[in-house]
């Protein structure tokens, strides 16, 4: 199965090494060191507790504010000890008031700004709002404000700045690594890695860019004290950040408190269709006490339940990687201002969103682990006495969790494609992605791995090979994925507990956690507590809405880069003339509604061949309802359709049915060229240009018709992925004498 939505690691762009800071960042006075512990004399004990008390009820503004258990420990640590510390904690326990307060104390003690690095720009604008109403001066860096990296620099080197958040892709940037980091590691105050889980490839949301963290701490002056804070780590993971944290032979401060959340009530139930699970969402959505987040697996899906659920009337936004970026801080001061009912979210928003009368948090299909369902589960209930956790698991969910697993981790293959291809000469992405069959999701990924195990550099202009020796670790790989696959049946597991079985024991015993017990909330320790009933008018609702058909298929302008690599000159657009028309396909494989069947459909078999078959009745059905409801210009009078090596009685089959049923001229197939063979599926942009380029011809039947037809052709293909196989064919029609060519597939990928 292919086409899922990319993992919640890649919602950070991958930094532009063009886009840099403007000039006069060059110009800003470099920062004088300053030794740690330079300045005011730091008290220690009983006085270092009061200073800590004060500058907390300073900031809160309540006199009778007073620490959590342990956290007062942690700052002692840091600002006394000036360890390196790690604190796995409950979300909601107060992680961030520990490195606020520390860098603060460490400021008025005369040392340098923090460095927070932090891995969501959601994350990011939430800790920089948090510490202005702290008093905390807090800055950023990352992609979406580089308009005002000047800015900021001036403001670090005139000292104005006490903490400041960088995303881990931000330590990749070659000119941020080179001018701006040296400068912030010779006086930093104190360094903070936020959801430090990201470290570690055993967690469940590895970044890359995370492990150049262990460099950043190898570098630091003796005395600067580090601070790694998660809340949903296991022994495992804990182990994997603590031997990072370390490096050098530092020891390692670890803080773990119960994680169990009192005031979360979470609960499970299975309906079955994704009809059903919109339909009670759409019957009981405001029975959830006040705003909450509704999670979904998939771009596609969050983004369909939205449009179904603001149909039906709820005030709600999609929040996915597709949003655009201004949007989305929208969605996010609508849901804390209570402006909307919900957002429909991918792990988009995941860590570090914070809301603290966040009432409720539903899922329409479960995460693939324990561990990331308690992570995004966590958003909810921080500041109430109650807040409602709702799983409405779906029979898809498999499939999506196989996709995210097998595009998570680097292949033998691949990774040798790429080093293959690197030199001393840079490469940008999009060059070296010309030379190396690989989607560019996978390429990005695959090059941060790289860099992370010393092979690859980015330096101005792309990336270089170092020539350091480099081995593919596969027993590592191998036992990763193996932890994958235990990880998906736990969460299996936990949908499946009966009475009496706590289902918030299950998901703090998932992480280690030596205080696990029962809850005596949720639906398995006190019953069921959410309605389960749905009406008939909800579910016929959904069904209609799952119904839809018609997605567009829009026209590619712009041949890919690096062509010529491949010995084809073809570069820059692409001629009008030349093109196809918008296009439809029936839905999209990843769809709520007819992607089931579709799914269904382009199955393969135990020995993963395709399976072939004329077209279902059903199916039939929605491309004649999505023909009838396009809006073309001009009705087509002819349909040809693209030969299929792998399906040809369904391609077959499906442009026979639409022309008879259209009364339209049925023009055949076009002819493959001799020695064609299956295509290579998921290939990226320009080796499938490559592939696709001489595969068909236009027989000679069919050239001699096409210049007398008086409307467009209907371009007939089953499954459409990068759009090059219809860019290819309608180009091909239109050389021979086509004056319109309209795609139309059962299916788009994604």
Known sequence: MTGWDEPGFAEEPPPDPLMEPPDDLDQARPMEPASPGAGVPRRRGEGLRDDALAVLRELTGRADADFHPGQFEAIKALVEDRRRALVVQRTGWGKSAVYFLSALLQRRAGV?????????????RDQVAAAARAGVRAESINSANATEWSAV????????VDVLLVSPERLVNARFREEQLPQLVARMGLLVIDEAHCISDWGHDFRPDYRRIRSLIAELPDGVPVLATTATANERVVADVAEQLGAGGHEVFTLRGSLARDSLRLGVLELGSSALRLAWLRQHLDDLPGSGIIYCLTVSAAEDTAVFLADAGYPVLAYTGRTDPDDRQHAEAAL??????????TSALGMGFDKPDLGFVVHLGAPSSPVAYYQQVGRAGRATERADVLLLPGREDREVWHFFATNAMPTRARADAVLGELSDNPLSAPALGARVDLRRGQLDLLLKVLAVEG??????????????????DEDRYTRIAAARVAEQEAMLDYEALGEGQCRMAYLTASLDDPASAACGRCDTCAGPWYPVEVNDDGAEAARKALNRVGVPIDPRSQW?????????????????????????????LTDLGYGTALRVLFAVDSGGRPLDAPVPAPLAAACLRTLREWDWEQRPAAVAWVPSLSRPTLVSSLAAGVAQAGRLALLGPLDLAPGAVPLNRSTNAAYRLRDVLHRFQ?????????????GPVLLIDDLVESRWTLTIAARLLRQAGAGTVLPFALAAAG
Do not use: C, F
């Not at 069919?702 to 007398?708: D, F, K, N, Q, V």
């Open 698 to 710: 236009v027989p000679e039947a069919m050239a001699t018709r096409l210049p007398e037809l008086a």
């Open 112 to 124: 340098g700004p923090a460095l927070i690095v932090s891995p969501l720009l959601a994350l990011m």
């Open 560 to 588: 890919p880069v690096g062509m010529l690599r491949l010995g084809i000159d073809l570069k820059g657009r692409i001629p009008a003339g030349e093109r196809h028309e918008p296009g439809r396909v029936v839905a999209r």
């Open 153 to 160: 620099s001036r403001r670090l080197a005139r000292d104005e």
């Open 455 to 472: 092979a690859v550099r980015q330096v101005q202009g792309g990336w270089v090979a170092t020539g350091q020796p480099w081995d593919y």
């Open 336 to 345: 804390k201002a209570n402006e909307v009912k919900a957002l429909v979210a």
